[in-house]
């Protein structure tokens, strides 16, 4: 983000220090802490009244993969590059392999800088998610779905709550995924999970728990990747079979921090479970703000695929939670 001027003629103590408010969505903020004392004032209105100025999720630092996550399985297709700072799964005939986080957590803001497997790569799934293990389980879903060479890689969604899942959503990305690396995150508090592609937000489940739907609030869940052969259902729906001779497929991972309430011990459940300690509890994060909702609108306009909310042979009746949640 490049440097601005200041709008402060004589800048307040605060005004130099929070780097936070270079974004240009923090003019506002940034101008009204000229007047020293309107600080809090302003941080206290954030979300309440829609106002354009509340900050995004918390950025991630990077450590090392060992740090907070293990192999699942296939450890020997788990390729560590610079000490951890980077991992590539692999793919290949025999099988494919995943990771998993060593903590389980009650809320919290989860991303994954990731890179898809390049060239082609129909038929090849590559997940991060977040899970529940009790039997009527919880889950929160990234899934890319990979494509011949040049055709369009998918990005399904899904939210289970309960063990209710049959939320598809599809969008086509804006960006090749396979080119470079972007940040894949999950906020999930007591009133939203929200998926974001590079900050943009491309879905939001609120909770509707007054409205009879299941909401994920009182089971920890594990952070998951895995990069498995699905040419039975992933690309064009089957049509398009995994062609093995251009094995093995790598996807590339980075950026393991974990920025959740560890929930791991039952104290530790019962202290994520008792609201409004975390940052993510603060009430700019309670809901999007309105440059947030019109980024949705450019994702659902342009590049939605499907939408179980708009299926109508699947859903006669809107599903509840779609008409809230502004998704049709
Ligand atoms: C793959 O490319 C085809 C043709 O462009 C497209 O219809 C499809 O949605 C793409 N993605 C997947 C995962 O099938």
């Not at 923090?26 to 302003?42: A, D, N, P, S, T």
């Not at 918390?58 to 192999?71: E, L, S, T």
């Not at 009430?283 to 695929?305: E, G, P, S």
Request: aromatic share 16%; hydrophobic share 35%.
């Amino acid at each position: 983000m490049q440097a601005r001027p200041p709008l402060c003629k004589s800048p307040s103590p605060f005004f130099k220090t929070p780097v936070l408010f270079l974004h240009p969505r923090f003019v506002l903020l940034e101008y009204l802490m000229c007047i020293k004392g309107l600080f809090v004032f302003v941080f206290l209105l954030c979300g309440s009244f829609g106002l354009v100025i509340c900050p995004p999720p918390r950025r991630p630092v990077d450590v090392p993969f060992q740090k907070n996550y293990v192999p699942t399985w296939a450890p020997d297709h788990i390729k560590y590059i610079n000490g951890g700072s980077q991992v590539q799964l692999v793919l290949d005939k025999y099988t494919g392999t995943g990771f998993q986080s060593r903590g389980s957590f009650l809320f919290g803001h989860f991303s994954m800088r990731m890179k898809m497997v390049g060239g082609d790569s129909a038929g090849v799934v590559t997940a991060f998610y977040l899970s529940s293990e009790k039997l009527e389980h919880d889950e929160i879903d990234f899934e890319f779905l990979g494509n011949r060479t040049g055709q369009p890689y998918i990005l399904q969604t899904n939210v289970f709550s309960g063990g209710k899942g049959e939320r598809e959503q599809r969008i086509y990305l804006w960006f090749d995924p396979a080119q470079d690396f972007h940040t894949y995150s999950v906020l999930w508090n007591m009133h939203q999970i929200v998926f974001f592609v590079d900050n943009v937000p491309i879905r939001i489940f609120k909770n509707n728990g007054d409205l009879g739907v299941r909401y994920p609030f009182n089971q920890p869940m594990k952070i998951y990747s895995s990069l498995w052969n699905a040419d039975d259902w992933a690309t064009r729906g089957g049509l398009e079979k995994t062609d093995w001779s251009k094995a093995p497929f790598v996807a590339s991972y980075s950026s393991f921090h974990v920025d959740g309430c560890d929930a791991s011990s039952p104290q530790s459940l019962q202290f994520c479970a008792s609201r409004g300690r975390m940052w993510w509890d603060q009430i700019a994060f309670h809901d999007l703000d309105a440059q947030q909702y019109r980024r949705l609108q450019w994702v659902r306009k342009k590049f939605t695929i499907y939408n179980y909310c708009t299926d109508r042979s699947r859903y006669p009746t809107i599903p509840p939670e779609c008409a809230r949640d502004k998704d049709i």
